[in-house]
């Protein structure tokens, strides 16, 4: 009794285990019927004839679709040249605007100094136009390096000449030559200027020869 049931149990197990593979096999002998069906040797002319159309029509979509493409991407490089064309051809409109008025003022002193007062209006025409520009360059950024008595810096300071001086120290700037300029911290044009070699006579006497 015990043994007929052991064989009914290992049966129903061999059942179960072969019932996916079963499967598996008939998902794939249909996968292959149909792949037999659509293969050119089991298609009729009209069934073959479609097929191309199909085919046909996919590929005149997608050529259609890359000449789309290729005309947008030619579209986006004509107005990426033509923007950065206007921008470095406009690249300069908000600094002239800002230097109109200085023209402005110059006139201004030239008219005026056809007045009776000649050289008290020209004179008073140029500060206005200097005033004027200079802020303007501030507003843009540009600053004036400090130059006079202040210790030299090579970084913004150029020394055209060295000069004694008994009451200044040693890397003084004693003259300023020429104003310097820095834009936005980066130096534009260093300041040329006159540094102070201090007093000879102050040198210790042990370093003095006999």
């Known amino acids: 009794m015990n043994e007929k ?5 290992a049966r129903k197990i061999e059942v ?3 019932e996916p593979a079963t499967q598996g096999e008939e998902e794939r002998a249909e996968e292959t019927v149909k792949a037999e069906e659509k293969s050119p040797e089991k298609m009729t ?3 073959l004839l479609q097929e191309i159309e199909g085919l046909k ?3 005149e979509k997608n050529y259609d679709l890359y000449l789309r493409s290729q005309a947008e991407m030619e579209n986006m490089k004509k107005r990426n040249k033509k923007e950065k064309e206007e921008w470095i051809r406009y690249s300069n409109e908000n600094l002239i605007k800002q230097i109109l008025p200085v023209i402005d003022n110059l006139e201004k002193a ?3 100094s056809q007045s009776e007062n000649q050289f008290t209006a020209l004179r008073e025409g140029v500060e206005l136009t200097l005033k004027g520009l200079k802020d303007n360059l501030v507003k843009s950024g540009v600053e004036e390096i400090k130059a006079l008595g202040e210790s ?3 970084n913004f300071h150029q ?3 060295e000069q004694e001086d008994e009451g200044v120290d040693a890397g003084i700037i004693l003259h300023e030559l020429q104003k310097g300029y820095t834009l936005h911290d980066r130096l534009l044009r260093p300041a040329m200027v006159v540094v102070s070699k201090g007093n ?3 040198v210790p006497t042990d370093n003095k020869t006999p």
């Open 5 to 9: 049931r052991e064989e009914e149990a």
């Open 110 to 112: 030239i008219s005026h």
């Open 200 to 202: 000879p006579s102050s």
């Open 159 to 161: 020394a055209v000449s």
């Open 16 to 18: 179960t285990q072969a």
């Open 57 to 59: 029509e996919e590929a």
């Open 152 to 154: 030299f810096d090579p």
């Open 45 to 47: 002319k009209e069934e």
